[in-house]
Structure formats: C-alpha cells, structure tokens
C-alpha cells in the first residue's frame, strides 16, 4: 500500500473556512477518483510560528492508482485549493509505502 501524506500550513484568519472547505468539497472531490483506499486528516501538534498545520493523508492500493491520481487529477484538485486559499498556505506532498501494516 501506499500513503500520500500532504501537510498543510494555513493561515489562521481562514483555518475554520479551509477545514469546511477540506471536509464538505476537496477530500471529497480526491476521494471520487476512486484512487484512494481511504482518507485521514490529523492536525500537527506543535508550536507554529504562524498558521496551523494539519496533515492529509491518503491511502492507495499501489503506486499504480497513485500514479493515476497523480496524472489525470492532481494539478486540477491543487489549482482549485490555490485558486481558493491563495498566499494562506503553504503545502509538501510526501509519498510513503507500507511495509508493516498493522
């Protein structure tokens, strides 16, 4: 399996926007694929100097739905967080393979 972990940074003034925002269309939208197996979100506990940070983490069956994801609609999903949060956030997409799943 594999798990495609973005963390996110967002500004606090749009935190609460954002996370309805995540719930209600985005993670919804990712998970219509049918590429992922699931989804989880998790906020960070650490003292940011600024914003709040969550991670998003997806989980695919093999790198070939990841992959699939990756090229056929990842750049339209990310347009559309950048379109709506623009200059509120930052993100890093880090890509992980199971090898003891519990």
Excluded at 41 to 65: I, K, N, P, W
Aim: glycine content about 4%; charged content about 25%.
């Amino acid at each position: 399996m594999i798990l495609y972990n973005v963390t996110i940074n967002i500004d606090t003034e749009v935190e609460q926007e954002w996370l309805a925002w995540m719930k209600d269309e985005h993670i919804p939208d990712v998970m219509s694929t049918g590429l992922f197996l699931d989804c989880r979100m998790f906020r960070v506990l650490a003292d940011d100097e600024g914003g709040s940070t969550y991670a998003v983490q997806y989980t695919a069956a093999d790198m070939d739905h990841y992959e699939r994801y990756r090229d056929q609609h990842a750049a339209l999903l990310q347009s559309r967080t950048e379109e709506r949060f623009h200059g509120r956030f930052v993100a890093f997409r880090t890509l992980l393979q199971v090898v003891h799943p519990l």
